[in-house]
């Protein structure tokens, strides 16, 4: 039985995710239907990916800047499927300083539209190119229905917005984004995933390819938190913009954007979590430490004081030292918050110059002497960090099912969770044919899937490749 | 005559901002009436306030968090100074998902009701307090003029909320906010400032009491960037929110708020500009140290090469190996966006063994071996941060006038530019024909100002301190 009262992770993921969010503190709803309030410790992770990517994108070479929140509605329109596709999700300000507006704005759902005017204005040479920008922001998408974290009206994210004078160069952007997106999962979330390009359906409105970074739930449902997007030329020649080449002649840039949002906070509570809440990467986690005195131990009380001071030099630590609590149900607490690795000191601990550090993914207890506590704990977050990056590696190849024949196909939509690899003839009505009848949709052709000659699983036409179908979030 | 296109720093303060924040790249006017856009080099400025800020922020125990940015116009009406403060400023979303609202909403102009609903949800025991929450975020409220930083539609904040047990307890930190804003100016941004309390009439709608930091700018308007706000029970009442205290009795907590925006950059722009541009104190400039080989000299541009590299490592750097611009145009360039430090080399000087250094605020130009470089450096930007900050200090301690009848004061606001020190009763109508009258507004009660009888400079009513009076922005 859970320790906390969850419901059940492996019959009931959705409730126990609700339960977790909301136990943990990670986050609540908001009193406006669709929106959410991310509470600190949930805050914290948001925060802990920002600095491990900011780095990564000024690397690169692109600044942060910041664009308007408020978007005149005309300036979507210019990009037909651009408006087509977002219409239906925008909030609309009408009013504003006690007045109805002349024009109605749209309350950001993505800024391509807000930057390129501003980049059509700016450069006009192909000395300015490359153009870098990035922004960290709210985003605004209309959901009917909330689920925290995974869909929910507002959310935060990052948005990467470059333009350059060949396609060639922005491909390699398009592509160096996805994989920084790979690299923050893997290293800092501790989440395995499969790199892919999006099918034309379900690619970014107005666009002109989309790679995603898909990762696997253990209820077998496919994430999607990140995207890249090759915009062509369609933008750029959607609002006439053009930069003088170096021949003196005009020239639509090759645009992309790319963006990474605190959806991907929902894949790292599922990923790794158990029945006993959450399971936190150390790399990312708010407090990697938790020093647990045993209540009314006093001896204990000032030992932890010492090692919270010591140990907050090198790590996130905690000191927990709330009164009115027994030691049972402060494990608790911090095993529902997933803080990797718990000490627990008691006076005898002290007087025997030992102590006890406890993992919270495999659970284990080890006594070690004091002396060895740096290089222990050391140790450990690396293996806590590693284990959980394999474990998840290794969920997600076991749930990879082929199926070669459309039988097989929905019988694995049936039985298994997970993706199926399949040839797919790549046409519409086939996607969509597959997604009524399994309710599967196609989540990628991974960039490294092999040239593999077969035939479409549904209609039986020639297929090139094996896409990744799914369930998706 | 000025090296680059700018109106005349002193006689022309205002056409001067404007053409230096659009020529220097810092921010630049949106399509929407009333916004902006930051640009990269203007957004670095708010990093390294946010770097600063939160550091001292997480120090004192406030965590962030992320309230939602849509709130329902019920909410405001709660609290009836606070609707009537806050609705003529307000952008309102009146559809959603394509379809007309139920409810309008308002687009976040301060958290304060949205943040305390969830206060009065989450924390019900003393055991809960204090609380303290902060958020880094975009806030709107609408303005019929657009003066870029100053006053805009949209702007950039932290806005802290904090409840606690005693009126006391909040007050401290009411006051902590206020001089943390005071140490972030002073040491971060080299400006000096007022620290007060804002009159009745212009203190935060629904607040107790307001703080204020005020700093005097070249035309002799004063600047406020920033406010801590002792809210007493105001909010906790409206929204009927209690906690059992330690006798078990139902106490409202005492709350405060404090935020400090991106109108702070305004300040620092015409604090230390000049006739030339920018002038950035070292220790906020995004660029410290600007290297300028001069163009087609081989071996400067390999020795400028190596410096850069060796320099990154302790400085914000950056290397202007730009081809196709004179050594001329380039030093105007970082002039113009205030870099404190500039390195000039050319082939002779490397041969030489010797580097110009230039200093931006003072213009002076120093010849010195390379070998003390990064020791010439060290002391030349810690020079130029403490000028910029005493000359900033000494010109408003310069122009701080004291007025002891109505006709001084008159005449003092005739002539010149300055806070003026005199005494006041205190009463809404004084204050309001002495701005009739002179345009001057109370800027605030100093908390240092001694006790000194006197008469109110306006009525003759007594007083017992004298307020500083000015011009606003």
Known sequence: MAKT???????????????????????????????????????SLWENIQKFMDVLIKKRGVENAYFPLLIPMSYFEKEKEHVEGFAPELAIVTIGGGKQLPEKLA???????????????????????????????????????TYLFLRTSEFLWQEGHCAHLTHEESIDEVMWAIKMYQQTYNELMGIYGII????????FAGGYKTYTFESLMPNGKSLQACTSHDLGQNFSKSIDWTVQDKEGKKAFPWQNSWGYSTRSIGGLI????????????PNIAPIQVVIVPIPNHQTALAKSQELFKELSEKYRVKLDDHEGETAGFKFNKWELKGVPLRLEIGDRDVAAGTIIISRRDTGEKITITLSNLTSTIDKLLTEIQTALFEKHKKFTLDHIFKADTYDEFKKIMETSRGFISAHWCE???????????????TRCLPIDAPEEEGVCVHCGQPSHHRWLFGLSY
């Open 5 to 43: 009262q969850l419901a059940d992770f492996n019959s009931n993921l959705s409730e126990w995710f609700n339960d977790v969010v909301l136990k943990a503190e990670l986050a609540d709803y908001a009193p406006v239907k669709g929106c959410m309030v991310i509470r600190p410790y949930g805050y």
């Open 196 to 203: 892919g390009a999006k099918s034309d359906s379900e690619k």
């Open 427 to 441: 046409q519409k009505n086939c996607e969509a044919e597959i997604k009524t009848d399994t309710k599967a949709t």
């Open 270 to 281: 599922m990923a790794h979590g158990d029945e006993n809440g959450l399971v936190l990467p």
């Open 107 to 145: 309350v950001r759902p993505t800024s391509e539209m807000m930057m390129y005017d501003m980049y059509k204005k700016w450069f006009g040479s192909w000395r300015d190119l490359p153009v870098r920008l990035n922004q960290w922001c709210n985003i605004i998408r209309w959901e009917k229905r």
